[in-house]
């Protein structure tokens, strides 16, 4: 027997392809998403190229190594403005079906965290997908994103890992989106959601790799440690 809910999200994805807007919108999320604002902090703030410094990441957790806490905290919200902002206001172009917001957020949201990883700025490299990830999930479900939250915390305060801790955040994303309750107009088993998610989660998995081989390694520097060794190579291109 033919599963309704199958059906209505395939019809949505044909509708949703045919609409000039989507691509617009995708186009404007992406270039968005590439502007990497822990790399310009540190050239603005320090005359520093953050890719030499501590994991070579772009993002707030290595920016809090090279410009402290405050300076993290404000790429951070920066990048998480990447994927909000673009998801948000998919819901506010006129013209658009209701039932098809859902799944342009999805692909609106996934276009800004492949310009926050793949930036056409930096030769299409980047960061790692947490913060611009967690800006796109916030404004498609917030309750996902805080059962997300609160694993992250819990990991963080445990092991003091970030990059542990982004990863079981990410893997909860899914979990959270498949088993919360209905709430408002938010449906259970929102297969977009479920499905967005998903592929964010293993995106950040693959994003965080050299992060894992460290840990492995037991090189892995801990939260509040100060790391001015340039990384390698490899951890250069794959964080």
């Known amino acids: 027997m033919p599963n309704p809910q199958a059906f209505t999200m395939s019809t949505h994805f044909e509708a949703v392809l045919t609409q000039p807007a989507l691509w617009i919108a995708c186009a404007i999320a992406y270039l968005l998403g590439?502007?990497?604002?822990?790399?310009?902090?540190?050239?603005?703030?320090?005359?520093?190229?953050?890719?030499?410094?501590?994991?070579g990441n772009i993002g707030a957790s290595n920016a809090g190594r090279a410009l402290g806490r405050r300076w993290?905290?404000?790429?951070?919200?920066?990048?998480?403005?990447?994927?909000?902002?673009?998801?948000?206001?998919?819901?506010?172009?006129?013209?658009?079906?209701?039932?098809h917001v859902p799944m342009m957020q999805l692909f609106v949201g996934t276009a800004a965290v492949l310009g926050h990883?793949?930036?056409?700025?930096?030769?299409?490299?980047?960061?790692?997908?947490?913060?611009?990830?967690?800006?796109?999930?916030?404004?498609?479900?917030?309750?996902?994103?805080?059962?997300?939250?609160?694993?992250?915390?819990?990991?963080?305060?445990?092991?003091?890992?970030?990059?542990?801790?982004?990863?079981?955040?990410?893997?909860?994303?899914?979990?959270?989106?498949?088993?919360?309750?209905?709430?408002?107009?938010?449906?259970?088993?929102?297969?977009?959601?479920?499905?967005?998610?998903a592929l964010l989660a293993l995106l950040i998995l693959v994003r965080h790799r050299s992060n894992i081989g460290r840990m492995l390694a037991g090189t892995e520097p801990r939260a509040g440690e100060k790391v001015s060794a340039a990384p390698s190579a490899s951890a250069r291109t794959h964080g």
């Open 34 to 55: 590439s502007i990497p604002f822990g790399l310009v902090f540190a050239k603005w703030i320090k005359g520093i190229d953050i890719r030499q410094i501590g994991s």
């Open 72 to 99: 993290a905290i404000a790429v951070f919200f920066c990048d998480f403005l990447k994927g909000c902002l673009p998801v948000l206001a998919i819901r506010f172009v006129p013209g658009i079906d209701p039932a």
């Open 117 to 197: 990883c793949y930036s056409i700025y930096l030769k299409f490299q980047g960061g790692k997908a947490v913060a611009t990830g967690c800006g796109a999930i916030v404004a498609v479900d917030w309750t996902v994103f805080v059962a997300g939250g609160i694993v992250w915390l819990i990991t963080r305060r445990v092991t003091r890992y970030n990059g542990l801790a982004s990863i079981l955040m990410s893997v909860t994303w899914p979990i959270a989106a498949w088993l919360r309750p209905d709430i408002g107009s938010l449906h259970r088993n929102a297969p977009e959601i479920v499905l967005g998610t």
